[in-house]
């Protein structure tokens, strides 16, 4: 058996539909909603269904031996995992952003930037040398610099709707984003032949 990870929401369908197109039957996932792992003794597969944050850590630890995660994600846990494969969906960036009508571009001492990716956004700062007091948040960032609670954001941007529908505008990009398959490094050696032919699968499905 070989376990998988695979994030709910955003990048759900995507890696579903990539599962499916590689010969597996996984119709189940869809229908038992609540169920949390899912045993296909038919394909000697073991899939585990957790929070996109998640999935790096059930790789790294080795409760997974492999999984699907934004590089957003594996950037943020600072992952120790293989990283075989750029799976190319899911795309989105990185970015800093901050109200159109009040630019921060020349504040340097007591910025305050909101996100839910505080060691992406400390890293960034930092290689910039400009201090910053990161304000952890755990969803709908952008509202945190219309309360006054921040002055920036570090957040993701899909298709720009949330920052337009907010009336934030885009500082920088950070990095760009796709989704990537992850592998743990010891399931990658003591079971080299199944994982590396899992992989190829994907590669063909892809
Ligand atoms: C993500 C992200 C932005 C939004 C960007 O949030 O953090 O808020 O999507 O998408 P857009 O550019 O297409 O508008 P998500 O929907 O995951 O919700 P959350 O803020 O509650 O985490």
Do not use: W
Request: charged fraction near 25%; proline fraction near 4%.
């Amino acid at each position: 058996m070989i376990t998988i990870a695979i994030p709910k929401g955003r990048l759900f369908e995507s890696t579903y539909n990539l599962l499916t197109k590689m010969g597996y039957d996984l119709g189940r996932i869809k229908r038992e909603k609540r169920r949390l792992i899912f045993d296909f003794p038919e394909y000697e597969l073991k899939i585990m269904i957790v929070k996109p944050m998640d999935v790096v850590t059930y790789v790294e630890y080795g409760a997974a031996d492999l999984g699907i995660a934004g590089k957003d994600v594996i950037l943020e846990n600072m992952a120790d995992v293989y990283e075989p494969l750029d799976l190319g969906f899911g795309y989105c960036r990185m970015v800093v952003a901050e109200p159109k009508e009040k630019p921060q571009i020349e504040r340097v001492i007591g910025l305050k930037v909101a996100t839910k990716y505080p060691k992406i956004a400390e890293r960034h700062y930092g290689k910039k040398g400009i201090p910053v007091e990161i304000i952890h948040l755990y969803g709908s960032v952008e509202l945190a610099p219309l309360t006054g609670l921040s002055h920036q954001i570090v957040d993701l941007v899909e298709t720009g709707t949330t920052l337009k529908e907010n009336n934030l505008v885009e500082v920088e990009t950070i990095f760009e984003v796709t989704a990537r398959l992850i592998v743990n490094r010891s399931s990658m050696r003591l079971n080299y032949k199944k994982i590396t032919s899992f992989v190829n699968a994907v590669k063909r499905a892809l």
